[in-house]
């Protein structure tokens, strides 16, 4: 069987995959990328695409979709493996990776970039009549942005965290009216988030606080409280993950903390030599969750990696 060599192997194409395939590019380090998806971008192309992105220098409003066309062009890794997931072994200090279609990889290093694993919207499975009105029409979204199905719409978004948040200001642009739901007496969401709702740019957003949904009829959103006419629901309820993506992983000698990867700071090294972790994957004291952290933490990881190779 044929068995493809690199400096490095990467797992996950997000920001910090393609950031890390980027960076060994500049250090002339050869490496092959895994995406277990169909597309790269992980979070930003799965759930936001149509969002502006925040925090990012240079960025100010870019919408997530250019922001990762853009960074892939930039990044373009030597061998990318896409709709390929991967499960990794090691033996005689050597990383060997299988792929679904059982093609084999060794990579002196490994860089986890998997993220929060491969993700899918949560669907709410426990409001009556929510899963099959998802299945069976425009009625029901899990974070979606395209402006098309809101255009002078009555939108409702479900969730009180920053993705409903965001959904709410983006989709106020073009809706005719927006209601924020949400089960508690108050938005989750950075602070900054809330003073931009409440600034209500646009004149149409409304919240009903402390509602919990329990059916979903077409065209009518039941709550505990009363029912809501709308055109549209779109739940922000947080991510599915496909936990065999971080179990196959795992094997490894991988130190965790609450699911995610424990890594050293400053150079990202993960509890197995020679194995680094970078992105939403990883655990550090005061890490911050964001695309800056995933760009930050490939460069480290990868300076690293140079660094060893040169010794
Ligand atoms: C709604 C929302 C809005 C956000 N807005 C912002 C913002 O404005 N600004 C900001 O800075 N951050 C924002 N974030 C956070 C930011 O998107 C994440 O921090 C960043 O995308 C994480 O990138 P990542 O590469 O670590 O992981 P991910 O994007 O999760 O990518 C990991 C990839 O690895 C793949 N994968 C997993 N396991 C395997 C395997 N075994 N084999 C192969 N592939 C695998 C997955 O399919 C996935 O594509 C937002 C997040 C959300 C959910």
Known sequence: MDVTSSDVAIIGGGVAGLYSAYCCNTVGLSHVLFEALPYVGGQCTALYPDKPIYGVPGMHKALAKDFIANLSNQCSPQQMYLNTSVSVSKHDNVFQLTTNNNQQFMAKYLIIASGIGIMEPSLPIGIKGAVELANTSDFVQCYCLNPELYKDKEVVIAGGGNSAADHALCISKVAKHVTLLHKRDKLRCDKNKLDELNKNEFNNIQFKLEQEILELQPGVIITNKESINADRIVFCYGLHVNQNSINNISVLN??????????????????????????????????????????????????????????
């Open 254 to 311: 991988l130190k965790m903390e609450r699911n995610l990867i424990k890594c050293e700071l400053p150079t990202m090294k993960t509890s197995e030599n020679h194995c680094y972790a970078v992105g939403d994957i990883v655990s550090y004291p005061s890490k911050k969750k964001g695309i800056l952290s995933c760009c930050y933490e490939a460069q480290m990881a990868v300076n690293d990696i140079a660094l060893e190779r040169e010794n």
